[in-house]
């Protein structure tokens, strides 16, 4: 998907200028809610004073010191968002006005903004069969729209997908807990292991990105297809009721798995296709997180 700079810019403008409404007018606030104060993280020990809490002792120091500590915690006010983008060639495929790989920016775009709005910080990995590119988590709009530009910017390839190599990438270069949004069409196999242990880790939220054509064959008759991620070449009878119908359901089983997968691992999805806007779903999904925290 490789575009000359001028292209680029105007690409990562329109991208900039759309997601940006959308950010100010409703998406913000909704991601403080979801995000923002979720948890607690270490700050100090000090010595026991009566009217604490015994349960927030640390015996270790107590042991050691010969003398009551406690461990005092405070509200984290700084979260760390890491974007996982699949570049892998599959991701180039688009049947109606965008590709997979464009949704997959414009999401980025979406959330890395409404992350800054926060005093966030933003970071990315871009993989393929092989870790593409590697951006630490950083403050500022500057390092939102360079993801954004990143994604976009990504060389065509007929490279696979590994998403188990991506995820082990992650969980031993993020030490710290995050909200990590996995971006992918999650054409890959064997990764459930580390996508459990990614789950356990991080706040994980899984983006299947798909296409219809994904789903339905049009009647066109004799039509030879390329993998992108090979290069095989196949040739389909879509005049066939019998090739289209085989088509839909063994398409919408992968489908079932898939989110029978993210339903086995308790990890929140974000369902994305190539013909629809996707601001509602997002909007659906921190409203189904508030619920579950209470917030709603």
């Not at 994904?214 to 297809?225: A, Q, R, W």
């Not at 898939?258 to 190539?274: A, I, M, N, P």
Request: net charge positive; glycine share 6%; charged share 35%.
């Amino acid at each position: 998907m490789a575009i000359d700079t001028k292209e680029l810019m105007k690409h990562v403008r329109r991208i900039r200028v759309f997601t940006t409404k959308f950010v100010d007018e409703h998406i913000s606030g909704e991601y403080h809610s979801v995000f923002k104060g979720r948890g607690m993280e270490f700050d100090e020990v000090r010595e026991y004073v009566p009217g604490d809490d015994v349960r927030s002792i640390d015996w270790n120091v107590t042991a050691r010191m010969g003398h009551p500590f406690v461990k005092r915690f405070c509200e984290e006010r700084e979260l760390t968002i890491i974007f996982m983008v699949d570049i892998s060639g599959s991701m180039c495929f688009g049947s109606i006005s965008r590709s997979k790989a464009e949704v997959a920016a414009e999401l980025t775009c979406l959330l890395a903004l409404s992350a800054i709005k926060n005093q966030d910080k933003v970071g990315m990995i871009l993989f393929s069969d092989r870790i593409e590119r590697h951006i630490p988590p950083r403050k500022g709009r500057t390092a939102a729209m360079r993801l954004v530009r990143e994604v976009l910017a990504a060389e065509e390839t007929r490279r696979p997908t590994d998403l188990a190599s991506a995820l082990r990438f992650l969980n031993k270069t993020q030490k710290r807990r995050a909200v990590v949004f996995l971006i992918s069409d999650f054409q890959s196999k064997e990764y459930e292991s580390e996508l459990r242990v990614t789950a356990r880790r991080h706040d994980l939220i899984c983006c299947p990105v798909s296409d219809p054509r994904e789903f339905s064959l049009v009647n066109v008759g004799l039509l030879e297809i390329i993998d992108p991620e090979t290069g095989e070449l196949m040739e389909v009878d879509t005049g066939s009721r019998k090739v289209i119908e085989a088509f839909r359901r063994q398409a919408e089983g992968e489908e079932e798995e898939l989110f029978g997968r993210f339903k086995r691992l308790k990890t929140d999805s974000l369902k994305l296709s190539t013909d629809r806007a996707f601001v509602d779903d997002v909007r659906r999904l921190f409203h189904k997180r508030q619920k579950r925290l209470g917030r709603g």
